[in-house]
């Protein structure tokens, strides 16, 4: 039989369409349903022959593929009909059935593909256990396999965490019974945009991607009309073909029936536009299609052939609600530390308690500080590690919008977290201390369950000090990491780090020599990534002086090439907020420039002065001009003091300058240091949240101008989530006298196009981060084109420039399109704009 990788090089394969809607319509006798009226199943074995033909109308209709009669055929959902043992026969009569239709037909290659649902109920809620579904699964895909079905279809998936059951099980399946049949997956993306779960369709690809599916695409939900922005985002990174079987339409209830507005013709010509974008290569209908619309569809796919895929997604670990690059720009990923049994007082506590509320705040925070991902360490003495790892991991992966990173020694704790992750995680850790076999069993787990990795480079003998073990040992578990099918881009190393605050002479170098390891790993393995509990370097010392040398060291190593950071990111200070002084200790100590480890006496005694400092320091604070104090706080991120500081100063300086003259002026600052690299992203935005803060405070105060507002519509592209800048752009804007629309992250072109309208604005901002939200702002002007709009466009994010904007942009609109590189360009361009009017 001709492979499906070797069919779609020559033409479209079509899906047939619905099974349910076809069977009510035969009007069957009532006995067949026996005492389990509504469960399709059944009719596998109760009548067989109105399956059959149903199946047969499809094929004459000229459909490749048919979906058996097994959606809800796993035994959880059969045990609703009080069937549940007659899960394997159900499934085993279904896709035999297909079969044997199948094989009336001769003109060309037709196939059966097992259809799996999700069930009735949302692993990622709590409503039943992976194991469960696991097992529920597998044996549908045995009995699939034993009655020869050529291909698997994963369809109506609403979580991400239920797709990883169903692979796991029909990939063991085919293991055990020693086959190779492709894996379908298609999801089904509600109105609102994201699966029931909450996963977009990029989110939901990223999970995806590690694992050995055929194809990956979008099935009923809507019709193929509202599938067109998913498919369109899903054709620019996914790399491997992508289906379609969409609805007849958006399901209207009719006075209690269910209908289905888009007739074959209609159904078939928006279908068939979605082969214009690359790797669209399976089409088909789910609910309310009938043979009559797979019979258009089939006539029009005629000598179409599928677009290659060319999709490309960088390296991500995500939650279930967005995904994070391996690689973030400005580095490092932060990931969070305070999640930690041993680690933390505070955490340890919670968790004795069972105080589950406190141990979700505990992530939250560290969300809002600023972290890119949560470290979940709950290994202690005397505690059922799996079970703390269970609760603690079901809690984070709905709640917490962030990547999660598992951290134990125990490959059953770490294997229960991955069990209970629906995003795509990253396990902590594998090393060689207990040798290879544990090594082995952590990188099969990571393997299995599509993980990133950590490997700590230690071996049989310990942890490796110098420059050349660590480098030695990183290159062994590597090379043994790859055996498993790991890519590089999988796997992030950690050089590790002895303190430098023991005294002992052995340990002088320890910060060089994991500095100069970092930068000899980045060169050989430049696209794995390096990783460090960044406060091992400071053990033992003074917790006051250990955020400084922390923070010197985290900025040295990053310098030196690190891409991950285990820090408590709260506390982590940015470079410029330490004085020359305080960095030269931190230095000389770091890089062991005093002979016989002096610089460690001065290290403590410069930060015992430093203690006392601080409480100069207050003095220097106060000491300080009202318009300094209030740049100063600003920078430092420091909304009480402020507040109260503001309370006073606005008797002082008029509300206006204070806006107009010092807040403005420091976040121009503030934007400088970032540029720059001096400030990190959290640190911008704990500002930009004090700036809001400020102004919302001093608004009362501030002068009413009267005349129009010019208005900017504002807003983060579809598929990105990243609106520091936005907001940046919005606070500034505003408190110039604009009138800002923030229609926040993720907003598709009509709810641009509606916004400027509803508010009759005057300008459109379209702002992202990520490299393809540049490409999405181009098509979003060639859709202003051709609906005619020509209001001002501002361009701005990060993977902008100037080139892209002028060579892709600007061409493809007739109206002004204004390049921000910063917020306050974007200033300068609604000053223009304002102007022209
Ligand atoms: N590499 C990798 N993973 C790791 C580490 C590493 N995971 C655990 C640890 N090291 C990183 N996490 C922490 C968490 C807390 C602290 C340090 C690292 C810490 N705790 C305070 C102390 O020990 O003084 C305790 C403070 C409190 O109780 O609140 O500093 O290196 N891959």
Redesign the pocket.
Known sequence: MNSLQEILKHRVLVLDGAMGTQIQNLNLDPSVWQNAAGCNELLNVSAPEAIKKIHRSYLKAGADIIKTNTFGAMDWVLDEYELKDRAYELTYEGVKLAREVCEEFTDKTRFTATSLGPGTKLPSLGSIGFDEMYKGYHNCAKAAIEAKTDIFLIETAQDPLQIKAAILAIDDAKKELKTAQPIMVSVTIETSGTMLIGTDIATAAAILKPFDIFSLGINCGSGPDKALPHIRALSHIWDRPISIHANAGLPQNRGGYTFYPMGPEEFAKLQIELLKFDAVSFLGGCCGTTPQHILELTKAVKDKVPLPPKGHLEPCITSLYESKSLRQNPPPFLIG?RS?AT????FRELLLAKDWDGVLNVAQSQTKSGAHGI?V?VGFAGRDEIEDMRKTISLYNTKIPLPLMP?STSPEALEEALKHIGGRAII??ANLEDGEEKFHKICSLAKRYGAAL?C?CIDESGMAKTKEKKIAVVKRMYDLALTHGLSESDLVF?M?TFTVGSGEREYFTAAIETIEAIKEFTALYPKAGT???V??IS?GLDKNAREYLNSVFLHHCVEAGLTFA?VNVKNTLPLHKISLDDLRVCEDLLFDKKPNGEALFVFISHFDKVKTQKSDTNDEFDNLDTATKIKTLLKEGDKERMLKLLSHAKDEISPEAIVNDVLISAMKEIGELFGSGKMQLPFVLQSAEVMKASVDFLKPYLPKTGKKETTLVIGTVKGDVHDVGKNLVDIILSNNGYNVVNIGIKAEIEDFIKAYHEHNADAIGMSGLLVKSTAIMKENLEELERQGIKAPVLLGGAALNENFVEEFCRPSYSGAVFYCKDAFEGLNAMQMIEKKQ
């Open positions: 530390e930690n680690g933390s007082k505070a470290d360490s951290d902590n850790s950590v700590l950690d590790l990783i460090l509990g406060s091992n053990f285990i």
